[in-house]
């Protein structure tokens, strides 16, 4: 198979940025994965053993499901509001492109000072409860409650914007003129959506979901500032158990991350089939 | 399945220009008929189209398909389907569903749909790419399907906006070959926008536009033979510009004197004459009306042109070049001295300024074009 000039010279720029986040990458996963199999450990003699998943059990599957509830419902919001977001932009202002700058802003904001952000909108003394003069006391537990809202208000609104700029980009060329064409053969709006716009963004909203869903799956520090203390998810735990004094439960942190990573893996594997035939299909 | 096409005193102007892109636009299309719009870029070609498919809303005038306005009615409600420069086929949907897409927009179920698109695919001859991708096909075949898609919508009006412009010249033969037997089969009153002349005279009519304003509609016989201004002229090509001084009954050039029903005394005006009707002679002879040196020539397929620089003419200005038509297979005499004669019929004189007045040329009844022509015979 030959490669083209210009996929070799873009193969090439990207080579460096691939190869340093392989290199980190598989280290990283490698150390963890050993960690977790007790063959890596802070003292004492390596001996392979299932004992830090094990220890971890209870917890872990707690933590998966809290994981996976803040993922899911993360990216089912962004999606919807991204999608939405990136279709109204087509649609009302396919050449002014400024429109989408709040969008672009969004993107560079780091997590951290989005949590921050969000927790000083929703929480009990917040600006949201100040603004609706609502009483702290009567104000829902939006932060640190018994429902993740304000984890997954954060990752809503930061990969919301992502979702709507990898959708913007990879249909803003071929879309308004499509939906031109789908016009002068009879489609009304509704049918122009649903036959032509839809589908067409149907891959890259797809992809951009599944990137959104290992984020959020692996992210700790939005959920570790904005949720409750228990059940924590996967990442949370990690982490906690990480920077534990106790420097036996080391094997515990490092299953805990596996299990995390084995579910981002699950849910690649799971999800890049029905990606590929839609992205093949066009 | 078609319908009268009228555009009455038209108007639009693109937010934040200084000009209009259509001006008191007037024309008509008789049903089944094919209407060619010519003009140079930026001329409001399709600009013209996207108003009459109710893509840009014009700022005034009419737009009616048969006794029905179709200002307040929404493109897709409107009976007309539009070819583009670029297929725009639906990447997603097979070649079938691409042509079904009309049907199934309006209710139809997908097995009828499909059904009946194959009949489209068979009239462009693509019924063994039915489950093939776009991508997988042609420029060619791309538009081919494009077309067949476009027929499937059942359209009153078919618009075609310089959709075979990327093709090759043979493609392009195909294309129009299989335009004549769609226009046949289906008779779809058709607008076609278009650079390409020799397109041009596949339609019934030909209209040309100029800064937005229609400066001549007519048949191309008499668009060749009475361009209605200059600018027309320049656009056909193939004529030469001479400036004629008025004289008793017409003018003076340096072809000699050409005659005019009302010459206007003291204004000069251009006489402009068709390559075809002038013939290289005998310097000496007696048919020459003019001589000149030949500094040049052009080929197109086997017609060969021949630059000829014309020597100054009493009352005629100084020296003017003409082109004149070589038959088959005669050399160019590039540097000899040769004799011009006047062989046909195609020496006209557009009405004087008809280019600062070609918005009074308007033929606003849309069948043909007002012009000061006089057509003369020097056989």
Known sequence: MTVPGAQRRGLALLAPAVVLTAVVTTAAVGSVLLTSLGLLPLFGPATASLQGF?????????????SILIATASTAVALVVGLTAALLLLRLAPRRRWLGAPLAAVLPVPHLVGAAAMGLLLSGGGMLSRVFGVEQSTWPEL?????????????????????????????????????????????????????????????????????????????????????????????????????????????????????????????????????RRLGAAQ | MSGDLRLESVGFRYPHRDRDALDEVTLGVAPAHLLA?????????????????????????EVRLGDRSLLEVAPERRGISMMFQKPLLFPHLDVLDNVAFADRAAG?????????????????????????????LSGGQEQRVALARALAAHPQVLLLDEPFSALDPELRATMHALLEEVRAAFAPTTVMVTHDLAEA??????????????????????????????????????????????????YDCHLGFVPAPAPRAGEPTVVLVRQEALQVVDEHGPHAAASGLVVGSTRAGTRQVAKVELDAAAGAGPTASVLVELPPGVAPPVGHRVGVRVTGTLVHVPKPSA???????????????????LVRDRQ
């Open chain 1, 143 to 275: 932060v640190g409650g018994p429902w993740p809202v304000a984890v997954v208000a954060e990752f809503a609104w930061k990969e919301s914007a992502f979702v709507a700029v990898v959708v913007l980009a990879s249909t803003s060329a071929a879309l308004p003129d499509l939906s031109y064409a789908a016009r002068m053969l009879g489609a009304g709006a509704r049918q122009r959506l649903l036959r032509v716009i839809l589908p067409m963004a149907a891959p890259a909203a797809a992809a951009a979901s599944l990137i959104v869903f290992l984020y959020t799956l692996g992210s700790y520090e939005v959920a570790w500032l904005l949720g409750r203390a228990y059940p924590e998810p996967l990442p949370v735990m990690a982490y906690r158990l990480y920077t534990s004094i106790d420097l036996a439960a080391r094997p515990q942190a490092a299953a805990t991350a596996v299990t995390a990573i084995g579910l981002s893996v699950i849910a690649a594997a799971a999800t890049l089939p029905l990606i």
């Open chain 1, 54 to 66: 094990e220890a971890a059990a209870p917890d872990l599957r707690v933590a998966s499901r809290e």
């Open chain 2, 201 to 250: 005279a596949m339609a019934d009519t030909i209209a040309v536009l100029d800064e937005g304003r229609v400066v001549q509609h007519a048949d191309i016989d008499a668009l060749y033979r009475r361009p209605a201004s200059i600018t027309v002229a320049r656009l056909l090509g193939g004529f030469s510009e001479l400036a004629g001084t008025p004289v008793e009954g017409g």
């Open chain 2, 37 to 61: 719009v010519v003009g140079p870029s930026g001329s409001g070609k399709s600009t013209l189209l996207r108003v009459v498919a109710g893509l840009l809303r014009p700022d005034r005038g």
């Open chain 2, 355 to 373: 280019d600062l007045e070609s918005r009074a040329d308007v033929d606003r009844s849309g069948e043909g074009a007002v012009d000061g022509a």
């Open chain 2, 108 to 136: 139809v179920p997908r097995a009828r749909a499909r059904a009946a698109a194959r009949g489209y695919l068979d009239v462009v001859h693509l019924a063994d790419l039915a489950r093939s991708r776009p991508r997988e």
